[in-house]
């Protein structure tokens, strides 16, 4: 079974600087999804990045890039100029790209908290 | 608005009350999941439907009944409402593996449910 690991439960940044969540998973597969969702404190789910496997270059999204070491199974979210608004709880998901076994698996989060 | 609608969003139930939390897509998504979040626990799994009539249990399925008979709707009933189910319950739904472009979950705004 795939598993997901999120090894830093709280994290503190300083408004304008960069900032790495880490994330690391365990599957056997070859073929599979990663996403970054972000949960601010109105609990709403909402996805920041997401990567596919197959592809070598790293995704990004405006301030958000992530570092996928497919080798290494290792998936790190990367904020730039951090905001605010970025304060929340940021989880790390896999998602098997086929067969029926498609559903979200979850690490247990890390609390972003971001200083004026 | 397309997207997953989820009700309600705060309930508190007696120990022993059954309640159902209703839950509905409009993108004619094959795949509908719920999840529970509890502090430090990240998402985890109690259900999910690969297509109408078709279910399946995730991690924690134990106190939890559900059932698709459309492909729009993905209602989860608590039997006999204890403590231990006081969490916050989402509501996801995807396309199905296998697609290269809309692979990701769309949530729903979530339940918070307390058990007394």
């Known amino acids: 079974a795939q598993t997901v690991t999120q090894s830093q439960p709280e994290m503190s940044v300083q408004e304008a600087e960069t900032v790495t969540l880490s994330c690391t998973y365990d599957?056997?597969?070859?073929?599979?999804?990663l996403f970054w969702y972000k949960q601010p404190p109105s609990r709403q789910m909402i996805l920041v990045i997401r990567q596919e496997a197959y592809k070598q270059q790293n995704a990004t999204e405006n301030r958000f890039s992530v570092n996928f070491q497919k080798a290494a199974k290792s998936f790190s979210l990367k904020i730039s100029d951090s905001q605010l608004g970025d304060a929340a709880m940021y989880f790390c998901?896999?998602?098997?790209?086929?067969?029926?076994?498609?559903?979200?698996?979850f690490g247990k989060g890390t609390k972003l908290s971001v200083k004026p | 608005n397309a997207g997953v609608t989820q009700t309600p969003k705060f309930q508190v139930l007696k120990t022993g009350q059954s309640m159902t939390l209703q839950c509905a897509q409009d993108?004619?998504?094959?795949?509908m999941s719920w999840y529970r979040q509890d502090p430090g626990m990240g998402l985890r799994l109690i259900h999910y439907?690969?297509?109408?009539?078709?279910?399946d249990q995730g991690e924690v399925p134990n106190g939890y009944n559900v059932s698709r008979s459309t492909t729009e709707d993905f209602p989860l009933r608590l039997l006999s409402a204890a403590p231990s189910q006081t969490s916050v319950y989402f509501c996801?739904?995807?396309?199905?593996?296998?697609?290269?472009?809309?692979?990701?979950?769309?949530f729903g705004s979530g339940t918070r449910l307390t058990v007394v």
């Open positions: 439907s690969v297509g109408a009539g078709i279910t």
């Open positions: 993108m004619n998504h094959e795949y």
């Open positions: 599957t056997s597969e070859s073929d599979y999804y």
């Open positions: 996801a739904s995807s396309y199905a593996t296998g697609s290269r472009t809309n692979y990701g979950y769309t």
């Open positions: 998901a896999y998602r098997s790209a086929w067969g029926s076994q498609g559903n979200l698996i």
